[in-house]
Nanobody
């Protein structure tokens, strides 16, 4: 089990940028991939992007491709989500997740969830 703590969520105007951070601790050696999800009220939790920890290989959902970028700092055990050109519809709670399994496409078997960080985009 890995402990994940997100940070960086805040109120931002449409068109602005924001970088979210997810610090991992605990059983990090078992983690092979990390990902970002988001969930708006009344909606399903949505996969956004994932990254393989060792190689840095990334995969993005079509909905955020070209606007969001996932990256990681291995020395800090931290994964980031750079969000640009934010829209009001990006408003949601953003969650970091870790997986002990290899992923394919949008499939990501979550072993650990962070508590989430609120991102609000005003119009």
């Amino acid at each position: 089990q890995v402990r994940l703590v997100e940070s960086g969520g805040r109120l931002v105007q449409a068109g602005g940028s924001l970088r979210l951070s997810c610090a991992a601790s605990g059983r990090t050696f078992s983690t092979v991939g990390m990902a970002w999800f988001r969930q708006a009220p009344g909606k399903e939790r949505e996969f956004l992007a994932r990254i393989m920890w060792t190689t840095g290989t990334t995969y993005y959902a079509d909905s955020v491709k070209s606007r969001f970028t996932i990256s990681r700092d291995s020395a800090k055990n931290t994964v980031y989500l750079q969000m640009n050109s934010l829209k009001p519809e990006d408003t949601a709670v953003y969650y970091c997740a870790a997986s002990e399994s290899y992923s394919r496409g949008t499939n990501f078997a979550v072993n650990s969830w962070g508590q989430g960080t609120q991102v609000t985009v005003s119009s």
